[in-house]
């Protein structure tokens, strides 16, 4: 097998690898929605109802950053997800997608970014193979896959980090 990938030159050429990690994870992912038990796609997200759907419903419609039909402004909480959230909703709308199947996108996209960063910077001190083993305990960890029906703010942030990780970690080697 190493000798395969040294003729393909996949061993200079880790993005090959990670984008193949990206879509590998996307598949897990989306095969684990549909095979997930009843129990892990029924819990509840007492933020869900309450306040980053209708929030963000509002925003995707027109209204504005405001709760339900209240209009309150809704400087609960920071807005960075409803703001995210908006834009899926608003995406959702003009192909016909519902709600709760572009948030399964949109965590199965996010999730699968934040393994291909994983995988990236993992490379830069254990190579293709400690790359590969990081990006695919973080996808079929219990804990990554339990965020994976829900819109849950911490999903962006594990790109956000992972990201920062690797931009911060790729400069230091360089000096």
Not at 11 to 24: A, C, D, L, N
Not at 102 to 124: C, E, I, P, R
Request: hydrophobic letters at 50%; one cysteine or more; glycine letters at 8%.
């Amino acid at each position: 097998m190493g000798k395969r990938m040294f003729f393909l030159d996949l061993q200079s050429r880790p993005e090959i690898i990670g984008w193949t990690v990206f879509f590998t994870s996307a598949v897990f992912f989306s095969m684990f929605l549909l095979i997930a038990p009843d129990s892990i796609m029924t819990k509840p997200c007492s933020d869900c109802a309450g306040w980053y759907y209708p929030v963000a419903d509002n925003l995707a419609n027109g209204r504005g950053l405001v709760v339900g039909d209240t209009d309150r402004p809704a400087l609960d909480r920071p807005p960075g997800q409803v703001l995210l959230l908006s834009v899926v909703f608003r995406i959702g709308k003009l192909v016909g997608v519902e709600k709760v199947t572009m948030v399964y996108g949109y965590n199965v996209l996010l999730l699968s970014l934040a393994a291909y960063l994983l995988f990236l910077t993992s490379h830069l001190f254990w190579g293709i193979k400690g790359g590969l083993i990081s990006a695919a305990l973080w996808s079929s960890n219990p804990f990554t896959l339990w965020f994976l029906n829900q819109p849950f703010s911490e999903v962006p942030f594990f790109v956000c980090i992972y990201f920062s990780t690797w931009l911060f970690l790729r400069e230091r080697r360089k000096r």
